[in-house]
């Protein structure tokens, strides 16, 4: 008995993560990074962003799902355009979310978001998994791929792109430049690594 008590206390918690799928990249890395092998992830779709109405019913979902086999329960979204309705389901499960209203925020910087967006709200912002799925979950997604004279309509009041990097990879920088050239936007990229993703994944490993 004295044997398993011992084994017990030092057993790790277990953390259950529902994420956008976007970051599965970055968690997976952070994970091995940081020890994470009491962390039971479930990534789900990217897409969702298209249709953020929906994000708050498939984050209950997984959560339901995890909550019964962990001890704490962290979800990798911020607001992400849900407008407010993801934090009922947060509470619900007494989960911890990523501070702010978008990836964008959290890899920048709360702050230094705030700062920048307000220098030239005009942005339009990508991060690594967005600059290698643009094609997909932007240019196509909004019909440009067929309708090239949308362009104006979806970013006529937009001067600039920025990509928020976090890796330095020369395919990635070229398909960032592609992309704004595609848009018509100049472009300007910013290194930002995990940005608040670390420290947020850090308190449970």
Known sequence: MLNQNAKAKHEKFSVGIVSCGA?????????KQLGGDHWQLKF??????????????????ALAELAPQCDQLLVGYA??????????????YGATRLEGAHCYAFFLGLDEFDVVHDLEPGTFYLTDYLVRQ??????????LDRHPELRDAYFGNY???????????????????????????????????????????????
């Not at 789900?44 to 979902?61: F, G, K, Q, S, T």
């Not at 607001?79 to 619900?92: F, M, N, R, S, W």
């Not at 920025?162 to 990879?169: A, E, F, K, P, T």
């Not at 995990?194 to 490993?205: A, D, H, M, R």
């Open 44 to 61: 789900l779709p990217a897409a969702l962003h298209n249709r953020p109405i929906d994000i708050p019913a498939a984050v209950d979902e």
């Open 134 to 143: 643009f094609d997909t979950l932007v240019f196509k997604s909004l019909g």
């Open 159 to 205: 001067t600039r792109l920025m990509y928020l990097r976090q890796s330095n990879d020369a395919k990635l920088n070229e398909k960032a430049l592609h992309a704004a050239m595609r848009l018509g936007l100049r472009l300007e990229i910013r290194d930002t690594g995990y940005g608040e993703l670390e420290p947020f994944l850090n308190k449970v490993s």
């Open 23 to 31: 970051l599965a990249r970055e968690i997976l890395h952070l994970q």
């Open 79 to 92: 607001d992400c355009g849900t407008a407010g309705k993801l934090d009922p389901v947060i509470e619900k």
